[in-house]
């Protein structure tokens, strides 16, 4: 195995070398606890500060609404029960389409006595606005929609969503976690009032994300402790992280256009590449409100995480949409949520494209996906017999 | 990698894939809450499996245990067959991570519905003939 | 300023060089999802396994009983909330002394229906574990102690308190934060149940942990989303902070007995040289049960901050038991649940030594603290007023 | 640094500190909920803050406002004090951090409760004299 190409962006991405080098003085040079109050930990403080000055200005909001967390996962999670538990009980809406770090976190609400709709998408992996307005309740007191799904790439119209969350005066939280950085966001303009988004999906360090906080948006911390991140979020900052987030952040909205339309580039020839090659295959997600690295192709009648296989051992990196953990597989609840026919949905394979991706490499996953399709196809048609 | 070579050589050429016309026994196994199936189809000659085959729908650990399952099972009793056990496959493979230990599972399955198809067969043949003495 | 001396090692130390060289790779080289299938994947997760066995050897327990998560006070919250939200009722035990990412988890739970006893300790900060026995009741459903105070060192006798709890059958949670990799700890012979570990206190990067959680013991998840470390913890997994800290960890292993007796006698050498010229000083904590480089002074009359302050000026980073934040400044709540008289523990400083700390840095900070304090007594002495 | 270095140098030289003898004047304010304490002793001439001489226990801004404070109420009018803003003490440190801005407060008002005590003390003179006319 000669050849890697990484298409799994979405996944998880490379930290920038750019935003490594500006991480690495602190670690073992600038060590100070940012709470110390001596020079050590004036040092870091300012660091820290910095990060969040830059990461608020690239968000154009302010520094004192921006929290960082661990994660995209606990962005999430302290979003929506960061908001729930403020007000005690009460409705949540979100859609069926989410990760798994909001839907997981809307069911323990309502295990704690929250009500909550999952409302549902169209065949694109589209919320209808109106869906929204439709399902606020007296009681309502959290809209979470993502903004771009992670699987199909497929990106929700924030600005609607959010103008009828604040016409309600309900609060409206945006999983950002895999649009922040690859699609223009105005957050203030698309009425957000909580954002997640996470450093290692944008080629910053993993274990480093923030949560925007929008002033006067009332919640309480989940994670008790000290008084770090203003009382909202305890524990002692991870300072070469946001460092390292930071300088990521700004590369993005320096590259991000550019970007775009490289990638979205190199997305359409592989689109083009295995449609004119390989028959029964389509493409999921939304024709243009989409992100321009991610294609998620299904094959009929060929599961997935063979394909997944076939790649990997050509030393190709690509996802499954649905993935067979402990025994059980389901199609991806994504594409089901979509309408897609299971015997369609058990075959889909996300390929997400990055700042390394090549022409090259497009054409080697062409190649590759070609004859491993067919061969899977034609000595193991159990749907044909 | 998280599988043996031999795994992915199964996988990658699978042995015996595909339908048989007019097979002996015909069995499948599915894995419950899992998509994946396999189907296996048995040629028996004097009471062993003179050529076996298989269909398949799965991910990689499965076609390569179907495969795999195909080779031990050639030439095998069938009364033999109707007793396989998911360790003999996984052992062929040199081992399953613990959550793909399904694929050894539906394929034992499927050989051993293959091979009591026969059996069955057989049994209603002797009955029936049994009648007409 | 020309000289730097770092004496707030409880707060914060440097990444070890080793450990850091250690983690680089994982940045921008082996860069996959731990939970990705293909090689990019397999590699983090390969690299996440190894930093799980390493961290488990060390603490002669088994890797799945391992949880990483992203600091000291996850690992707090989690023990504690994922031990009581999965009974949904009951009574838990701390002590008076826990570090606040305790006690304000504790108090969470206080808010949603469990109760709660917080033990004194003595003028030593040493618990009792009598305490412990009397306090037990059969709704009894955690206790939590910790394993090392922060500020003043005392080393808690854990043996004998995890032997009460395995007798009465309760959870025994020990936040050995400030322990692991500085006193030797034998988990399974003090019938420990639940540990809390942090990388960025012993060498290793911020922004990782662990909680050892004995197999058997019953707990939820508290962060939702993913099935990452066995379903306990969701979020993508930060390898490269999962790798440093297992470095950092086999380091201290090696080194710790050693160090101990060298930052002992440093120790010793910043007591004894200050209580030879300092009138009205004493040193808080434990004589024997302790660690071996917390020094917790305090000076009669003289409010820690002006001496933190003081020290700061002449390049010496020391912490102040007592912080004025927000205004509002109490003294140390340890040294007053140990009967400090408050004249006293509002002059309470921290010297916490470690690796980098030679005879010539104490030497410093001796000639530096003893006409500081003398200036601050006899210019502004209201008390004498 | 947080601190300016004019705070820097009041703290680490504070101007005026220690006891007067036979004041003419004395206040006292503490910072409420916070351990900090100022107080001022002033002696007057012809109205106006003649001498100034301070103690304090507090924090590093604690003490270096109240070396200001001192420096900045010397040779002033003792009306002029009993109205003193905390401001004017920041501003004399070149700012405070937002979580130390209770040096000046506290500062400011012993030397406002100084200054008072002196004009109570004159009042009560004169009130006095004047039942004896
Ligand atoms: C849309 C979305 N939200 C949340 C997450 C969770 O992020 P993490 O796993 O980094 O905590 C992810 C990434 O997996 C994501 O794609
Ligand atoms: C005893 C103890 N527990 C918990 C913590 C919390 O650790 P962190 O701030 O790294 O989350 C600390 C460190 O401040 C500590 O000393």
Same mark, same amino acid.
Request: overall charge negative; glycine content about 10%.
């Given at each position: 195995m000669?050849?890697?190409?990484?298409?799994?962006?979405?996944?998880?991405?490379?930290?920038?070398?750019?935003?490594?080098?500006?991480?690495?003085?602190?670690?073992?040079?600038?060590? *100070?606890?940012?709470?110390?109050?001596?020079?050590?930990?004036?040092?870091?403080?300012?660091?820290?500060?910095?990060?969040?000055?830059?990461?608020?200005?690239?968000?154009?909001?302010?520094?004192?609404?921006?929290?960082?967390?661990?994660?995209?996962?606990?962005? &999430?999670?302290?979003?929506?029960?960061?908001?729930?538990?403020?007000?005690?009980?009460?409705?949540?809406?979100?859609?069926?389409?989410?990760?798994?770090?909001?839907?997981?976190?809307?069911?323990?609400?309502?295990?704690?006595?929250?009500?909550?709709?999952?409302?549902?998408?169209?065949?694109?992996?589209?919320?209808?606005?109106?869906?929204?307005?439709?399902?606020?309740?007296?009681?309502?007191?959290?809209?979470?929609?993502?903004?771009?799904?992670?699987?199909?790439?497929?990106?929700?119209?924030?600005?609607?969503?959010?103008?009828?969350?604040?016409?309600?005066?309900?609060?409206?939280?945006?999983?950002?976690?895999?649009?922040?950085?690859?699609?223009?966001? &105005?957050?203030?303009?698309?009425?957000?009032?909580?954002?997640?988004?996470?450093?290692?999906?944008?080629?910053?360090?993993?274990?480093?994300?923030?949560?925007?906080?929008?002033?006067?948006?009332?919640?309480?911390?989940?994670?008790?402790? *000290?008084?770090?991140?203003?009382?909202?979020?305890?524990?002692?900052?991870?300072?070469?992280?946001?460092?390292?987030?930071?300088?990521?952040?700004?590369?993005?909205?320096?590259?991000?256009?550019? $970007?775009?339309?490289?990638?979205?580039?190199?997305?359409?020839?592989?689109?083009? *590449?295995?449609?004119?090659?390989?028959?029964?295959?389509?493409?999921?997600?939304?024709?243009?409100?989409?992100?321009?690295?991610?294609?998620?192709?299904?094959?009929?009648?060929? $599961?997935?995480e063979s394909?997944v296989l076939g790649l990997d051992l050509?030393?190709?990196a690509?996802?499954a *949409?649905?993935a067979c953990t402990?025994?059980?597989? $389901?199609?991806?609840?994504?594409?089901?949520?979509?309408?897609?026919?299971?015997?369609?949905?058990?075959?889909?394979?996300?390929?997400?494209?990055?700042?390394?991706?090549?022409?090259? &490499?497009? &054409?080697?996953?062409?190649?590759?996906?070609?004859?491993?399709?067919?061969?899977?196809?034609?000595?193991?048609?159990?749907?044909?017999? | 990698m998280r599988y043996s070579p031999t795994l992915v050589?199964h996988f990658?050429?699978?042995?015996?894939?595909?339908?048989?016309?007019?097979?002996?026994?015909?069995?499948?196994?599915?894995?419950?809450?899992?998509?994946?199936?396999?189907?296996?189809?048995?040629?028996?000659?004097?009471?062993?499996?003179? $050529?076996?085959?298989?269909?398949?729908?799965?991910c990689g650990p499965t076609?390569a245990a179907?495969?795999?399952?195909?080779?031990?099972?050639?030439?095998?009793?069938?009364?033999?067959?109707?007793?396989?056990?998911?360790?003999?496959?996984e052992?062929?493979l040199e081992g399953l991570p613990e959550d793909r230990k399904?694929a050894?599972?539906?394929?034992?399955?499927?050989?051993?519905?293959?091979?009591?198809?026969?059996?069955?067969?057989?049994?209603?043949?002797?009955?029936?003939?049994?009648?007409?003495?």
């Amino acid at each position: 195995m000669s050849r890697h190409v990484y298409l799994d962006h979405n996944a998880s991405t490379p930290v920038h070398p750019e935003a490594l080098a500006e991480m690495l003085p602190y670690f073992s040079e600038v060590y *100070g606890n940012a709470s110390s109050v001596h020079a050590f930990g004036r040092e870091a403080r300012e660091a820290l500060d910095r990060g969040r000055e830059r990461i608020a200005a690239s968000l154009r909001v302010k520094p004192d609404e921006i929290v960082f967390t661990s994660g995209g996962t606990e962005s &999430d999670n302290f979003a929506i029960k960061g908001v729930a538990l403020a007000r005690g009980r009460g409705h949540v809406i979100t859609t069926q389409i989410e990760h798994h770090a909001v839907l997981r976190a809307v069911e323990w609400l309502e295990t704690q006595g929250f009500t909550a709709t999952y409302l549902p998408v169209d065949s694109y992996g589209m919320l209808d606005p109106d869906e929204v307005a439709r399902a606020i309740r007296p009681d309502t007191i959290l809209i979470s929609v993502m903004g771009a799904n992670s699987e199909v790439g497929t990106v929700q119209p924030l600005a609607a969503i959010g103008a009828i969350a604040r016409a309600h005066g309900v609060p409206f939280h945006v999983d950002a976690v895999q649009t922040f950085g690859k699609v223009p966001m &105005d957050v203030v303009a698309m009425g957000i009032d909580l954002l997640s988004c996470s450093g290692h999906k944008i080629y910053g360090p993993k274990g480093i994300a923030a949560l925007y906080v929008r002033k006067g948006t009332k919640m309480v911390a989940i994670q008790h402790g *000290g008084e770090h991140e203003r009382r909202r979020r305890a524990g002692t900052e991870n300072v070469a992280g946001v460092v390292g987030f930071a300088r990521a952040v700004e590369i993005r909205a320096r590259d991000m256009a550019e $970007e775009a339309v490289r990638v979205g580039a190199l997305r359409d020839r592989l689109w083009q *590449g295995i449609r004119e090659r390989v028959p029964e295959v389509r493409l999921n997600g939304h024709p243009t409100q989409r992100l321009p690295g991610t294609a998620n192709l299904v094959y009929r009648g060929v $599961e997935s995480e063979s394909i997944v296989l076939g790649l990997d051992l050509k030393g190709i990196a690509v996802s499954a *949409g649905s993935a067979c953990t402990s025994g059980s597989v $389901e199609p991806s609840y994504v594409l089901v949520a979509m309408g897609i026919p299971v015997e369609w949905a058990m075959g889909s394979v996300r390929h997400s494209l990055g700042r390394s991706t090549t022409a090259e &490499d497009i &054409d080697y996953v062409i190649e590759s996906v070609v004859p491993l399709v067919a061969r899977l196809r034609t000595s193991l048609p159990v749907g044909a017999a | 990698m998280r599988y043996s070579p031999t795994l992915v050589d199964h996988f990658l050429h699978p042995r015996n894939a595909g339908l048989m016309r007019e097979p002996d026994a015909v069995g499948e196994d599915e894995y419950a809450g899992c998509g994946d199936l396999a189907r296996f189809f048995l040629r028996v000659r004097e009471g062993r499996a003179a $050529e076996v085959r298989f269909q398949t729908y799965g991910c990689g650990p499965t076609i390569a245990a179907a495969s795999a399952g195909s080779e031990l099972a050639a030439g095998r009793a069938v009364t033999d067959l109707a007793e396989l056990g998911a360790q003999e496959i996984e052992h062929a493979l040199e081992g399953l991570p613990e959550d793909r230990k399904h694929a050894a599972d539906v394929v034992a399955g499927a050989l051993r519905a293959a091979a009591r198809d026969y059996l069955g067969r057989r049994n209603g043949d002797r009955e029936g003939g049994a009648g007409n003495v």
